[in-house]
């Protein structure tokens, strides 16, 4: 099992910054790739930032040059920097860890974390 926990979210208006952070606990060892996916009322879940199992990084095209995601192996935690937010980065921001067990491959996925943008 892992569990995950975000933090980091809140109220911020439109050119602000915000930095998210998630905690990975259990077991950490089976983790492949972590990433950072969002979801706006009224639509699908999408992919933000993650790593790649090579360790590169993957972001969608709307955020590209505005956020960053690193890790800190060591503490069992990504984040992800978020500068000049507009408003349509308005979501909840779910943290997601793929693991393998002798079962296959299976997605971990924290609680979310609100994320507001005024303009």
């Known amino acids: 099992q892992v569990q995950l926990v975000e933090s980091g979210g809140g109220l911020v208006q439109a050119g602000g910054s915000l930095r998210l952070s998630c905690a990975a606990s259990?077991?950490?060892?089976?983790?492949?790739?972590m990433g950072w996916y969002r979801q706006a009322p009224g639509n699908e879940r999408e992919l933000v930032a993650r790593?790649?199992?090579?360790?590169?990084?993957v972001y969608s095209d709307s955020v590209k040059g505005r956020f960053t995601i690193s890790r800190d192996n060591a503490k069992n935690t990504v984040y992800l920097q978020m500068n000049s937010l507009m408003p349509e980065d308005t979501a909840v921001y779910y943290c997601?860890?793929?693991?393998?067990?002798?079962?296959?491959?299976?997605?971990?996925w924290g609680r979310g974390t609100q994320v507001t943008v005024s303009s």
């Open positions: 997601n860890a793929l693991s393998y067990n002798s079962a296959g491959p299976y997605d971990y």
């Open positions: 259990g077991s950490t060892f089976r983790i492949v790739v």
């Open positions: 790593f790649t199992s090579t360790g590169s990084t």
